[in-house]
């Protein structure tokens, strides 16, 4: 049974326009120093509760973007302020240490706890900030795996050495990590060369000259669409194996997300992830599965690959968001042989390990990846219905869990639409060009369900 938030408004309630004068005060204010032209509202944080983010102007917004889909447990949950008040992350506020040097003791319990969620047949773990640098690391882990399979055991040389230092390494400045058009994977210099997003977050800066393939974006509803989507799913294994075959050694991985969760909550099947990751085992490159988005239960699964039934398991697959901590875990062949290849000053933060120690405990406790399954399927059903009621305007509504997602006609309809759900009380945000996404904590409930459709439902129809 979900603990309730005790302090979680029964409902959402506006009294304002949103961003309200207060929001937008703090913005003028903001804005001197920093770019506040992406902030949506100011938040009381202390007055947030549960699924509610309340906003410095008293609005109660139920918030199913969460953060961009990283808040695992809603706001002020009882058992992280009840962990922070028996001290319970005390070991972790006097300093920041650097926890591949001289880590508190407590940090090996935290390691346990992430270790105890990690996927089948993935024990190792690296921990990081953010979920770019997760990705920078599962890529570098690629490279070092793709090399020494390259060298078969010997040492490197003292060309290898000095080469290097210039830049230039014959063999290695040729390797490529394989992406998917509408992927996103982060904004660091090495994970935007496999991020297809959107064009705006690339332009301008240097890339490496990998290859991207199609992803296979199937069209829902799924039963009537079998025979495209699979035709679609061959083509792209199709392009996949050519370049497999084209660049050869080269190719030490490739990246996938279980759903496009930036690219517009596009999904495959599972029998296409099988069919990738025998084809990347049989070139001996790494598959390489990015869970930043879809990891921690929003699917239903603790991780999204999870549905996919895999015969083998991925190389690497990336975490961050509901996680706190960012980070990916490794199968052993990835493992570098020597110490500091994969390496910071961080790597991560010993409080959001100390929080994500707590909010597995109540994942676990709570039956909460359960829970988003079923009240997914509620969302999931309660989207088709509005599709169905306002047709000209709503389509393709599709998800895996809580992760989920609707099509509007077109850009400036979805963004018309989120903004006059925003002016309703519901917290949404956009996906790709056209969609809407659904994010919501892993404590959203059938009541909040109910509400998200209303609100939509209200939306919707003052746009129609
Ligand atoms: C699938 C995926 N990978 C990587 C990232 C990058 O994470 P971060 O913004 O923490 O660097 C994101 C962020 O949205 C993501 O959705």
Not at 12 to 26: E, K, M, W
Not at 77 to 85: D, F, Q, S, T, V
Request: charged residues 20%.
């Amino acid at each position: 049974m979900t603990s309730a938030v005790p302090a979680e408004p029964r409902s959402a309630h506006v009294h304002t326009p949103i961003p309200g004068p207060r929001s937008q005060a703090l913005r003028a204010r903001h804005g001197q120093h920093q770019d506040a032209r992406t902030v949506h509202v100011y938040q009381d944080s202390r007055a947030s509760a549960g699924n509610y983010l309340v906003d410095v102007d008293g609005n109660a917004l139920l918030d199913v973007y969460g953060h961009i889909a990283a808040v695992p447990l809603g706001y002020n949950h009882p058992a992280l302020i009840g962990a922070w008040r028996e001290g319970r992350f005390d070991w972790a506020m006097g300093h920041r240490p650097a926890l591949g040097v001289a880590p508190p003791a407590e940090w090996v319990d935290v390691v346990q706890a992430l270790a105890a969620v990690a996927p089948a047949g993935l024990p190792h773990l690296l921990t990081v900030t953010t979920g770019a640098e997760a990705v920078e690391n599962a890529i570098k882990a690629a490279f070092l795996r793709k090399m020494a399979l390259r060298r078969g055991g010997r040492p490197w040389t003292a060309d290898d050495l000095s080469q290097v230092m210039q830049n230039r390494q014959p063999g290695v400045n040729g390797l490529k990590i394989i992406s998917f058009e509408g992927g996103f994977h982060g904004r660091t210099l090495g994970a935007l060369s496999l991020t297809r997003s959107k064009a705006i977050h690339k332009l301008d800066f240097p890339a490496f000259d990998w290859p991207v393939v199609p992803f296979p974006a199937s069209r829902f509803p799924l039963d009537v669409y079998a025979a495209e989507n699979a035709a679609a799913e061959a083509r792209a294994l199709q392009q996949v194996e050519d370049l497999l075959v084209a660049w050869g050694p080269q190719v030490a991985g490739l990246i996938v997300e279980p759903i496009q969760g930036e690219g517009g909550d596009r999904h495959a099947s599972p029998a296409f992830f099988r069919a990738l990751r025998a084809l990347l085992s049989q070139h001996q490159a790494a598959f390489l599965v990015d869970e930043v988005q879809t990891g921690v239960g929003t699917t239903g699964r603790f991780w999204a690959h999870e549905h996919w039934d895999l015969p083998e398991p991925p190389d690497a697959v990336t975490f961050s968001k509901k996680m706190l901590i960012g980070g990916c875990f490794l199968r052993p062949t990835l493992v570098p042989v020597e110490p500091y290849r994969l390496f910071n000053t961080w790597l991560g933060d010993p409080l959001r390990g100390a929080q994500a120690q707590v909010v597995l405990e109540v994942v676990a406790r709570e039956g909460l990846v359960a829970q988003a399954g079923r009240v997914g399927d509620a969302l999931v059903g309660g989207l088709q219905a509005l599709q169905e009621r306002y047709p000209a305007l709503l389509s393709q509504a599709r998800g895996l869990g809580t992760f989920a997602a609707i099509d509007v006609v077109d850009g400036p309809a979805r963004d018309r639409l989120v903004d006059a759900c925003k002016q309703r009380g519901l917290e949404c945000g956009g996906s790709g060009d056209r969609s809407i996404r659904f994010r919501p904590a892993l404590i959203f409930a059938e009541r909040h369900v109910q509400e998200t459709l209303d609100l939509l439902d209200r939306a919707a129809g003052s746009l129609s």
